[in-house]
């Protein structure tokens, strides 16, 4: 028996009910869960960014370079899951020059395209502008050479110069915002649009990928903050860890909100599908769903953070306690991606069967990729941080001191 029938004939054993044909695999795998997981990333690091410049949150100040390469990072890698997805990845440039401005996944083309050259990378470089400058001064090749190719061999350091970087990170920053709703808002907007599949059939759909995006890249950034800093041999800023930990708190109380308002409005409606998906959620999703989900990854991070908000726990015990809630929360938002994308696709349209989904260890829908697509954007953000570090300031040419950060 070849490897392909021995696959299929494995999921045929797991089948239950009756469902069709063309029912039997699992078309979008992991590669599709990758991607909006990545895209929700972006959008929350740079909202927490956005806190700064915007809201003027003084207490994130430490983090706010952090957000942004950490958000440039993972833009950079997120079409990637959907490429390789592809049957003929080459063709996806087809986007750009014959637009289908009716397409919502077409559109993804632009909206990335806008969000990656006009907003993240004018904002880091109207916010590095100064400092890249200054570096160079200081520098020997091959990083004088690399600063002063990304500062466009500019030397203007002026008083008024900077005012004006100052003007236009904050009106990028402005900008961005609707962009980064709308970079994210989307994914969500495409699986609820999908009135067939009752799963993903929901108007809450897109907010709720929205705000669960915003939760996964604030909780990226506390780890990366918590991680890198002591490796830097530095001290974790308290304050601003307990900010950061306060608006995640309030954005998972939020996310936590609409999910179960999604999931009683389902209740009420009680459509003919609604008997298939309680069987889905009690048999193939009770795991990823129920106890990675909702259990791991929402109620003990909020316990957790609101003992740490009742009781004021020391310094040490605070940071193991908002270490474990992070790496909770991310795994409960990946698994929150599987259950759309994967999940809503183990029932028949039949409302009369349930599938399953196998997936392989190697090739490209595989774990070995998708563990690398994972990791990837963590050694893009180590290469960013070696060319334009979030924390070391330049020295003047001349005194030898600090540079006050801009």
Not at 14 to 42: A, K
Request: aromatic fraction near 14%.
């Amino acid at each position: 028996m070849t490897p392909d029938y021995a696959r299929l004939y494995d999921l045929l054993r797991q089948v239950t009910g009756y469902i069709y044909p063309n029912e039997i695999e699992v078309h979008w795998g992991i590669l599709v869960v990758v991607y909006p997981y990545l895209t929700g990333l972006v959008a929350g690091a740079f909202i927490l960014a956005s806190l700064v410049k915007v809201f003027n949150v003084q207490a994130v100040q430490s983090v706010y370079r952090l957000s942004l390469l950490t958000a440039l990072a993972f833009l950079l890698v997120a079409p990637l899951p959907l490429l390789l997805h592809l049957g003929h990845p080459g063709r996806s440039f087809e986007i750009f020059l014959n637009p289908n401005f009716t397409s919502a996944m077409a559109m993804f083309g632009f909206v990335y395209a806008w969000y990656l050259m006009v907003v993240l990378l004018l904002e880091i470089w109207f916010t590095y502008r100064r400092d890249i400058v200054l570096w160079a001064r200081e520098e020997k090749p091959p990083m004088k050479w690399i600063h002063q190719t990304i500062a466009l061999f500019s030397n203007d350091v002026s008083e008024r110069g900077l005012a004006f970087d100052k003007k236009v990170v904050k009106a990028i920053t402005i900008i961005g915002i609707p962009s980064a709703f709308l970079l994210h808002g989307y994914v969500g907007f495409i699986f609820g649009s999908i009135k067939a599949n009752p799963w993903w059939s929901s108007v809450l759909m897109p907010i709720v990928f929205l705000f669960s995006a915003i939760v996964s890249g604030i909780a990226l950034v506390i780890i990366l903050y918590m991680v890198i800093t002591p490796m830097r041999g530095q001290k974790i800023d308290m304050k601003c860890l307990d900010t950061m930990a306060s608006f995640l708190f309030y954005t998972v109380i939020v996310d936590f909100s609409l999910e179960l308002l999604d999931f009683i409005h389902r209740l009420y409606q009680s459509e003919e599908s609604i008997k298939i998906l309680s069987e889905m959620v009690s048999n193939r999703l009770f795991i990823s769903l129920v106890i990675i989900q909702v259990l791991l990854g929402m109620l003990i991070p909020l316990v957790i953070m609101v003992a740490i908000r009742l009781f004021r726990f020391e310094e040490e015990l605070r940071k193991l306690l908002y270490f474990l809630s992070v790496i909770l929360i991310q795994l409960g938002i990946f698994a929150t991606r599987w259950n759309v994308v994967v999940g809503g696709q183990m029932f028949s349209k039949s409302f009369r069967g349930l599938t399953a989904y196998k997936m392989e260890l190697g090739g490209i829908e595989g774990l070995l990729m998708t563990l690398a697509l994972l990791v990837l954007p963590l050694l893009v953000l180590a290469i960013l941080l070696k060319i334009f570090p979030a924390w070391d300031l330049p020295k003047r040419a001349l005194g030898g001191e600090a540079v006050p950060s801009a």
